[in-house]
């Protein structure tokens, strides 16, 4: 039986250098980043200078609420909003509505999840998080 394909230390250390290089450009706008595992664990995690301690947790919760649902976190929270729903009815206090969490996925596999807060839009979190994704080269 063949291995299910993981994240590999390569294209976790890729996303977290291309985030941190966007980021750093305007440090007056500090974020956190993270990134996580098709199990919700943390692989990597930054955070800048600065920032709120609501933001610095956000970011993790952005990337498990994506690998845990296999959703990215914005879409999931429009689809429970779209039904009426609540996250908080899922029963994880960790899973979050935030916008900027995104899924991590290779040829229909579950890899993970990538994640920013800090921004003063869920929309910035999630441009942010794309490019920590686009740079994994899936």
Known sequence: MADSP?????????AMEAMITKATQKPDEPVAMAIVDD???LRAYASMDNLRLFSRRHAQR????ASLL?????????????????ISELGDPQLTHGQGGLVIMKDGVLLGGIGVGGYTSGQ???DLSRIGLE???L
């Not at 993981?6 to 890729?14: D, E, G, P, S, V």
């Open 6 to 14: 993981k994240l590999t230390f390569q294209q976790i250390k890729a």
């Open 39 to 41: 199990t919700g664990n």
């Open 62 to 65: 952005k990337a498990y609420t």
């Open 70 to 86: 296999a959703t990215d976190s914005g879409a999931n929270a429009q689809r429970l909003h779209g039904q009426g729903r609540s």
């Open 124 to 126: 910035a979190d999630e």
């Open 135 to 137: 740079a994994m080269n």
